[in-house]
Nanobody, 117 residues
């Protein structure tokens, strides 16, 4: 089993920055993919950014140039640095991890990000 714990959410003004962190623990030795998703009220959960073990990254168009994903494979952590935050970035952000490409993804409990003046 894999446990994911997110931290770093909160309230920030438009144009501000936040860093989210996610730590994986449990039966982990070689996580293939780690990612961040988000879900805004009344909307479907969407991919924000992902990074494979070989550092291939993928970003949603809406966050390109503003958000940066990073991983520490030795510590099994993944961070999301969010700059130039907009009100539309408000959502619950979830950490996601797959040990192999075939595995059903594991999810964290989520952390709230609110962007408001």
């Amino acid at each position: 089993q894999v446990q994911l714990v997110e931290s770093g959410g909160g309230l920030v003004q438009p144009g501000g920055s936040l860093r989210l962190s996610c730590a994986a623990s449990g039966s982990i030795s070689n996580i293939y993919m780690m990612a961040w998703y988000r879900q805004a009220p009344g909307k479907q959960r969407e991919l924000v950014a992902s990074m494979s073990k070989n550092t291939y990254t993928n970003y949603a168009d809406s966050v390109k140039g503003r958000f940066t994903i990073s991983r520490d494979n030795a510590k099994n952590t993944v961070d999301l640095k969010m700059n130039s935050l907009k009100p539309e970035d408000k959502a619950i952000y979830y950490c996601n991890a797959q040990r192999t490409i075939f595995e059903v993804p594991h999810w964290g409990q989520g952390t709230q990000v609110t962007v408001s003046s």
